[in-house]
Structures are given as structure tokens and as C-alpha cells.
């Protein structure tokens, strides 16, 4: 048995850790995907009008529109953003046929407390006091109360709207089915070069720009293998959480992939360990008679706060280790 007596360092007792294995450390490119209309692959959305009309009221490029904010307006009266992946296609009133249209329509009116604090049953069918909900609705807008939805009053999004560009002016005269604006999701993504592996779509990361900025997490939705003077890599892909307020183009960034996640393991701070001539790594433990004794360990996965999962005959719950300190 070998003994140690010169590294002096704090004794700590083996604790329950959960180790989670991560990659990090790319310069990524920060950008704003495109709302889809169709599938997965995200394409930038124009929005028309479906009336003739002269241009009233505009947003701002670069502002974002929520439920039940105006989008533009038209002869001073409004189009105003729902949330719902079927589009807008007729009026709605008590009668028109059962559908999905309807049923995202009482959703939007229960969510913004049309209701009247008696949640409609969102079951796709226009009822009576879907319709009094909707006129409630239409006068909180400024528009003339009526039981009925007049196509073209509302469009429905799956989410905020992000305004990248305008296609008319104010004062502009359009007819049916001029481009008004153009909108993207409100949805970022960042994308980097990694040369490692164990990425796969789905994991959890997060990314923290150079900048300063806060970190945000984010998931892995997309991985492109390339191979580039004869190594390989993999362009990753991260969509981050919500809607953070980070400029678009290249920035310097450390994005951090959760690869592998172990639970419950014993683990301890890395400095802990001893690398043996004769290979692999020990543990200094204490024994009764106060000196240290090397006992050796298998190392596991490594993860963030600086810990390393071990495990072997002699490791318990709350067996001391010496952990170094440097001087």
C-alpha cells in the first residue's frame, strides 16, 4: 500500500452529484429564423392584405407584435395578430361550418379574457356566446361590435411576430392581396462548428456570449455533418428559449452542450485525484492511524462545477478525500 504525507489540501466526505457531461467553446453565428408555413423548414412569411384599402397605421421594423396587438391598419381599422397554425380563410359567425379556425379563435378569446369569465369550450364550433365573445372583442379594438368575424380581421400566427421589413408606405392605396409587411418568428437560433462528438439532436445547452450578456439555454435541433480538408465536423444548430434580446451576425460565444447526464453518482472535485505511475487514478483517503493511503478509482464522466464521477470497491457516501489546495 502506498502512503503520502506531503500534499497538504482540505478533507472533504464523498457526496451524491449529479454529473452532467458537456461540450463547449465555438464562435456562433446568431440569427433570427423565419416563421413556417409549412413542414420544418423555416421560410420568410409576406403579409397581405385580403381587402382594398389605403394604408392607415404601420409598426416599426424591428418591433414585435403579441396576441391581440395590431399588425397594421387599413381605412383606420385594424388586422390584428391570434395565435393558431391555421390560417385565417373566411368569416366567422354562428352557423359557418365546425372547424379548427374556430376553435383557435375561442382559444385566443379565452386567453385574452374575452370569455366574460366563462371559458368558451374550444371545440371548433361558432356558438352563441362564441359570438358574444367575439363582440366584446371587436369593440375592445375599436371596431364595430358584431357577433360575427369578418375575414380579413384577424391573423393567425403560432406566436409573436417579428417585423424585418415593410413592402408599403403610410397614405399607400393597396388593393386585395398587396404585400403589406414581411415577419419572421420571433425565435433565435445560434449556429457553430464543433469537431468533437456525442451531440445529438434534442440535447439541452446554452450559450454564453462574449459580450457579457446573460447566458440563455437553449436545445440542439439540428446537426450537419461537413468534412473540410479531410477532417469532419458537425455545423450545430441550438434554438434558444424564448425570445432574448441579442444582436444578429457572428459573435464570440461559448455554447455548452449537455452530452451526457449521470445521476446519483459520487463524485468529487477534480484536483482530488492522483494519477498512478503504473496507470489510471487513486483517491487519498485518511485511515485510523491519521496517515493517507492511496485507494484506486474508476473515472467516470466529467461535468461542470469541476467534478468527476468515481467509482470502485472503497467508494462510499461520505468517504473524506483530500482535495489539494495550491499555494
Known sequence: ?????HRRGTWIGLAVFGVAVATSGWLVTLSRPATSTSGNDPVQQTVMTVVPGVVTALPAVGSVIHQGQTLFELDGEPTILLYGSVPEWRTLA?????????????KNLNQMGYDNGYPLPEDGVFSVSTGYAVQRFLKAKGLSPSTQLTYGTV???????????????????????AEILTVTSTQRTVTGSYAGSGLAVGQRASVTPDSGAATVAGTVTALTAQ???????????????????LPTGEITAQASVVTARV???LAVPVQALVALVEGGYALEVPTSRGRERLVAVHVGATGSHNLVQVSGPAVRPGLRVLVPTLF
Do not use: H, W, Y
Not at 1 to 5: A, D, E
Not at 227 to 245: D, F, H, K, M, R
Open 1 to 5: 500500500m502506498v502512503t503520502r504525507s
Open 94 to 106: 354562428v352557423g359557418a361550418p365546425p372547424g379548427t379556425d374556430i376553435q383557435e379563435l375561442q
Open 155 to 177: 391573423l393567425f400566427s403560432p406566436g409573436p411576430l417579428f417585423v424585418s421589413g415593410l413592402a408599403v408606405g403610410l397614405g399607400s392605396t393597396v388593393s386585395a392581396g
Open 227 to 245: 468534412t473540410s480538408n479531410g477532417s469532419s465536423q458537425e455545423t450545430v444548430t441550438i434554438t434558444l428559449a424564448g425570445s432574448p434580446v
Open 263 to 265: 445521476k446519483n453518482a
